[in-house]
């Protein structure tokens, strides 16, 4: 059940006590209520997602991603990499998490970076053939919404119809879409087709998949919590921001803490475990005494575990944007710019699920590499994880999904550049003892000339696409000319624009047992604690060359089984 007011729930003591109803919490909350013998509390800080409209309807995400209740609206530190600019850095602040307020791509990343962190944790369990199994009881692979014929946009047997959380390819025919494939099919050297970019080689172009289904988002919080709510070993409360884990003991020689507090304090027979999120993990860790020992003594703490990596090398994605003018008018923008349209497009979601509305008209994802005589190749140890990984991401878009005074006016097409294998680390640490304040978030984006050179490379990449011959007709200008741009001036222009597509992960990262950083071992324990555990986008070492949700997904499935295992 879903509780809003604590005074409903007495008394507070539980088998298992999760910290953050988000994408992995309410994964493992599902999969540990499975025995009917466990009892598990689920505290979120934060709002339902029910009826959260914006969440519910795919085309309308850009909406909540502005201050407001469903965020934690953070900002990072000023970066110097961005030429002083702080971002905004969004996290949900309701149940699932950022999976009921991401933009709803499936990707599950390169078998590589799996096997690498098989190899970095020294657990043969966190690699790709290893979590595969997991990959498929995440997801439930349905029929796009418009149940257009699906032959070669996409392998089925690398998917499976029978998981938790469904996931389909666009159910909207934007005519963008089969040019980009033309394009593919025009320039297949440097861009060739991929017919599924999740059978752990995702290197090409290929039709995007998303968290959808049946023209709605679907969240950890509508598969994983709201089909099983009614489980009687199962209590969620909301509005209850946990400040610190409290009641530290040492059992064995290691550090305990018997429950968390939040307005009042909630006691863990079994197991505390924290999942909530890259920024919110640390951030609790650090005030109940674990992290680094002397920074938290400088704040006046009583320092519990000496854990120097809490909060420590982070990593994420930064991206930047080209757009061109075209020669249509069956872009977003006929959506997005027409009040009629808007409109009738919505009216025709609410009535039927199906229409523009059921995803954002982003229709394809290219992974490429750099080239391997590329002069950052040279200089930098690559940080790929291995032949078959990115480092670039190329985003396709029918226009402008966002509606805002600074969009410009007219019709469009979008690639979006990533740079998806950074070398710049960053971190987050406490701005005061306070567990109200926020932390100060500073991922150092581009503070490494790789980073940098990447996203010049990708610019150019994307560039070169659009110089195949079907563009021709239709690309009528591009709204920012970076062809004649100095290496000087294409940094400047990356500096001033580059945003993050919030990806952050690694404050709470896994290491093998006995290494002396990492914050976690492979079976997700805290080092040197026992009877309290990280299971969330936190614990992963390196941010994959993917969207980090899949992933996130898998961590908690098989945190799960690992949990389980231990406690039956
Ligand atoms: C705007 C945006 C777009 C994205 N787009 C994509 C995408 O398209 N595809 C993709 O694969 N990935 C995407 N991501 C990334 C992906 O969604 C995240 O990496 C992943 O969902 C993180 O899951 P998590 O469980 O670690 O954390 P979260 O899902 O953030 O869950 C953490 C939960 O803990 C709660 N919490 C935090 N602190 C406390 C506390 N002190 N007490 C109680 N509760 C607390 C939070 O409110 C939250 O509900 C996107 C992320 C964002 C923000």
């Given at each position: 059940k879903i509780y809003e007011n604590v005074a409903e729930l007495a008394p507070l003591e539980y088998d298992f006590v999760i910290v953050g109803g988000g994408t992995a919490g309410l994964v493992v909350a599902n999969r540990l209520t499975e025995n009917a013998k466990f009892s598990v509390l689920v505290l979120e800080a934060g709002v339902n997602n029910q009826d959260v409209l914006d969440s519910t309807v795919p085309f309308l995400v850009n909406d909540l991603l502005?201050?407001?209740?469903?965020?934690?609206?953070y900002t990072t530190t000023p970066q110097s990499g961005l030429n002083g600019r702080a971002l905004p850095y969004l996290r949900a602040h309701m149940l699932g998490g950022c999976s009921a307020h991401n933009l709803m791509f499936y990707t599950r990343g390169p078998k590589d970076d799996f096997d690498r962190y098989a190899k970095l944790t020294g657990d043969a369990g966190w690699s790709w053939n290893r979590i595969f199994p997991y990959f498929l009881k995440n997801e439930k692979w349905t029929p796009p919404t418009d149940l257009h014929d699906t032959t070669g946009q996409f392998d089925p047997s690398v998917h499976s119809t029978h998981g938790m959380n469904p996931v389909s390819l666009n159910g909207y025919a934007w005519p963008f879409g089969p040019r980009v494939i033309a394009a593919t099919k025009e320039l297949p050297d440097e861009f060739p087709f991929n017919l599924d970019m999740n059978s752990g080689k995702p290197l090409g172009v290929g039709w995007l998949q998303s968290t959808i289904g049946e023209g709605k988002r679907s969240s950890s919080a509508s598969s994983y919590l709201v089909p099983f709510v009614s489980r009687k070993n199962l209590h969620v409360l909301l509005h209850a921001q946990v400040t610190r884990l409290v009641n530290a003991s040492h059992e064995r020689g290691k550090l305990a803490f018997g429950g968390v507090e939040f307005l009042q304090s909630a006691k863990a027979r079994k197991e505390i475990i924290l999942s909530a999120g890259t920024i919110g993990t640390p951030h609790i860790l650090m005030h109940s005494g674990v992290g680094d020992g002397r920074a938290l003594h400088a704040l006046g703490f009583h320092s519990l575990l000496d854990l120097p990596s809490v909060g420590q090398n982070i990593s994420d994605h930064v991206s930047v944007g080209l757009s061109w003018s075209v020669n249509s008018t069956e872009t977003l923008e006929s959506i997005t710019q027409n009040a009629t349209n808007f409109n009738e497009a919505f009216a025709h979601w609410n009535k039927t699920h199906t229409g523009p509305f059921v995803d954002l008209g982003i229709t394809h994802v290219g992974w490429l590499r750099l080239d391997p005589n590329s002069e950052a190749l040279h200089q930098f140890p690559d940080p790929s994880a291995g032949r078959d990984t990115a480092h670039i991401e190329l985003i396709f878009s029918a226009g402008f999904s966002r509606r805002s005074a600074s969009t410009p006016q007219g019709h469009f097409m979008n690639i979006g550049t990533v740079m998806v294998t950074p070398l710049s680390r960053g971190s987050i640490t406490l701005n005061?003892?306070?567990?109200?304040d926020p932390p100060l978030i500073n991922p150092r984006y581009l503070t490494s000339d790789f980073d940098l050179f990447v996203l010049r490379d990708a610019l150019k990449r994307a560039q070169r696409f659009v110089t195949a011959p079907v563009w021709k007709d239709y690309i009528l200008a591009p709204t920012v000319n970076i062809g004649n741009f100095t290496t000087d001036e294409l940094d400047q222009f990356i500096r001033n624009n580059a945003g993050t597509i919030s990806h952050l992960v690694g404050s709470a990262a896994m290491s093998a047992r006995?290494?002396?950083?990492?914050?976690?071992?492979p079976d997700l324990i805290v080092k040197g604690a026992t009877r309290l555990s990280v299971i969330d986008a936190?614990?992963?070492?390196i941010v994959p060359s993917a969207h980090t949700q899949s992933t996130t997904y898998i961590i908690a499935e098989r945190g799960a089984d690992l949990v389980k295992a231990r406690w039956t």
């Open positions: 502005v201050p407001n209740i469903y965020e934690w609206n005061s003892s306070n567990p109200l006995g290494a002396r950083y990492g914050v976690v071992d936190s614990v992963l070492p």
